[in-house]
């Protein structure tokens, strides 16, 4: 399917669920042949919404096998799996969920087009839940005191000090679910770009203005579009070094225009890293994004050889011989010298 009709869906199918009709939203998403990560999240989503929990989880396990290190497909399927009663499934999605925030304590998804957070703190709090369902009281405890420990907003400390009193109780407390409606939407500076452009313009018909010259034709045609393309520069080396490597540990195939594409072993240049999980790199002479948990700092050695250090064989050898002279030599011949007598002709 092409980019443009791919582009046409997700806009409509994110259209349609922000008026509350999920069912044409998933109409819309499900359109979209051999869809991408986003789309199947999507999709999951609005299943979730309409309350097919077997669509649901079918969706977000093909979310997870697009991209395997989409921490928030693993929250959603383990939301999933948790609402089927399926605790052991759902314990291990979480806990996998909270591996691949690779120490971080938030992602915000914002930059990737979904409005959400996902906080360190609720996942640990979603792992004791299940513990606590599997009847690992002991595991569900501790669970909730690290989440404590990781809690980035005041709610946070509220909901994980009432769940730990339920606890002791041995009771039950709620999840932690992400909020109805939220889907990865579109980016739109790329959905402008897909625009149709006319490049070329239309030929017209011209004659010539010069007289006795019968000759008529085509004008060449002319480039049209505002920003036409420009000549890709030459990167230089100086630009290429900036910032600390890093080796790429996983591909990562770019879905926005501001993301890089990088294959594993590649060595790219971090410029900053941002409290979202993404960092700026230069990559053949290339900027753009790329997830911070796909990179992993190296250390580059560089052997510096001065290949200008004059040979001392041949510079002794050339002392040997007589230096020739900077200034030529004076002409042989003499100069002529002026003719006396009247000038002919006068």
């Known amino acids: 399917m092409a980019l443009v ?26 359109s979209i042949t051999d869809p991408r990560s986003k789309i199947c999240f999507n999709i999951g989503c609005c299943h979730l919404v309409l309350g097919d929990l077997h669509e649901a989880e ?58 959400y957070k996902l906080y360190s703190c609720e996942i640990l709090y979603n792992v004791a ?3 606590a369902k599997l009847g690992n009281w002991a595991k569900a405890e501790e669970n909730l005191v690290l989440a404590l420990s990781q809690k980035a907003e005041p709610r946070h400390g509220t909901k994980i000090e009432k769940a730990m009193q339920e606890m002791l109780k041995q009771k039950d407390f709620p999840p932690t679910e992400m909020p109805k409606g939220r889907l990865f939407q579109p980016n739109e500076k790329l959905v402008e770009q897909l625009e149709k452009k006319d490049y070329l313009g239309k030929a017209t018909v011209v004659a010539s203005v010069i007289d006795k010259d019968n000759f008529s034709g085509f004008a060449p045609l002319q480039p049209q579009a505002n920003n036409p393309p420009s000549r890709a520069k030459t990167p230089e080396i100086l630009s290429t070094l900036q910032g600390q490597p890093h080796r790429v540990l996983f591909e990562f195939t770019p879905e926005t225009i501001e993301e890089l594409k990088v294959m594993p072993g590649n060595i790219v240049f971090v410029l900053k890293k941002g409290d979202d999980n993404w960092s700026t790199v230069l990559f053949n002479g290339k900027k753009g ?7 992993e700092p190296v250390e580059l050695r560089f052997q510096h050889k001065n290949q200008f250090q004059p040979d001392e064989s041949k510079e002794e050898e050339a002392s040997s011989k007589p230096a020739e002279p900077d200034v030529p030599a004076p002409p042989s011949s003499v100069a002529p010298t002026n003719v006396q007598g009247k000038v002919p002709g006068i």
């Open 289 to 295: 994004i790329v997830p911070c948990n796909y990179l």
């Open 129 to 131: 839940l299940a513990n």
């Open 5 to 30: 009709e791919i582009m046409r869906l997700w806009s409509e199918g994110v259209a349609a669920a922000d008026k509350g009709d999920w069912t044409n939203a998933l109409k819309s998403f499900t």
């Open 58 to 115: 079918k969706a977000f396990t093909s979310t997870i096998e697009k991209d395997n290190h989409l921490a928030v497909g693993y929250f959603q399927r383990g939301s999933v799996l948790f609402k089927k009663g399926m605790y052991s499934q759902a314990l291990r999605d979480w806990a996998r969920c909270f591996t691949e925030l690779r120490g971080n304590h938030l992602i915000d998804y914002k930059i990737l087009g979904l409005t």
